[in-house]
């Protein structure tokens, strides 16, 4: 089954490390990846760019509007993500706890509803 993870952390908090620390933390993100994709488990996943950059759209009423930022304002913001394969979502929460990103932020767990293809 598939499952993404998605991987939350405070922006404010990423800006307030120094350049070691984050390049240590692009060495966990790095060893991680390599791992799930030695496993097997890994089929894709990507870094965001920062909410600052994001815009929301919604259509009401056939009239498209837009914002600048993230749907919500939250503590945390999605960052990134992996979409992995594992058997059950016990496999995919343990291969979340293994993320760098749960030791300051949080990982959210969902399973893939497959649609059917034409």
Do not use: C
Not at 36 to 50: A, D, K, N, V, Y
């Amino acid at each position: 089954m598939q499952y993404l993870l998605m991987i939350y952390t405070e922006e404010a908090q990423e800006s307030r490390r120094s350049d070691a620390e984050n390049q240590a933390m692009m060495g966990d993100y790095m060893a991680f990846t390599r791992s799930i994709i030695e496993s097997g488990h890994r089929l894709g996943g990507e870094r965001l760019r920062p909410t600052a950059e994001a815009k929301t759209v919604r259509v009401r009423d056939g009239k498209v509007m837009t914002t600048d930022g993230p749907f919500a304002e939250t503590r945390e913001q999605l960052g990134g993500f992996y979409l992995v394969e594992a058997k059950d979502i016990e496999e995919a929460t343990a291969l979340a706890a293994r993320i760098p990103g749960a030791k300051h932020g949080s990982i959210e767990v969902r399973a893939i509803w497959p649609v059917p293809r034409p």
